[in-house]
């Protein structure tokens, strides 16, 4: 599959591959990308003020449809359309975890920016962060809830605004 590659750390340094597909591990879900979103912090990974690991696919924003599931996951079929949290690999254990926050673990790999993202075809990610979308929102509306979701959580949760 195609995918968008900051191939080392250094303004721009991100080129086009070809690269395999994700395989899909026991409690995780393969998504066929339909809509990305491109992020500001796409922008400072391509000036390099973003502390990233290359190389890795860059993209964090994205919504698709289900085309694999793994054999532990209930509850998600092939062809449903989805979108996720991004919090991968967060512990579990730490004050952030435990109080409901995964999102700002400091252990969290997320894709785009620590692990491979979604300027590509497909993704492979963790069952218990991945929310359907109901038909009346497009792919690409669905692609920037997550951009969405911070704004309200900023407005609606960090100041008074009612
Ligand atoms: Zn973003
Ligand atoms: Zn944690």
Do not use: W
Not at 75 to 86: P, T
């Amino acid at each position: 599959m195609k995918a968008v590659v900051k191939v080392k750390r250094g303004k721009n340094n991100i080129e086009i591959y070809e690269v395999e597909k994700p395989l899909c591990q026991d409690n995780e879900v393969l998504i066929n990308i339909k809509a990305i979103g491109v992020c500001g912090t796409d922008y400072h990974i391509y000036t390099d003020e973003y502390d990233t690991v290359p190389p890795l696919i860059i993209g964090h924003e994205f919504s698709g449809v289900i085309a694999e599931v793994g054999k532990n996951v209930k509850g998600f079929n092939v062809g449903e359309r989805v979108i996720s949290e991004l919090s991968v690999q967060s512990c579990g254990v730490c004050r952030y975890c435990k109080t409901g926050n995964p999102q700002i673990c400091l252990d969290k790999k997320a894709p785009g920016t620590h692990i491979n993202g979604v300027y590509t075809e497909y993704i492979n990610m963790p069952a218990a962060l991945v929310h359907k979308i109901s038909d009346n929102i497009s792919f690409e509306e669905a692609a920037v809830i997550e951009p969405a979701a911070i704004v309200a959580h900023s407005l609606l949760q960090r100041t008074k605004i009612e």
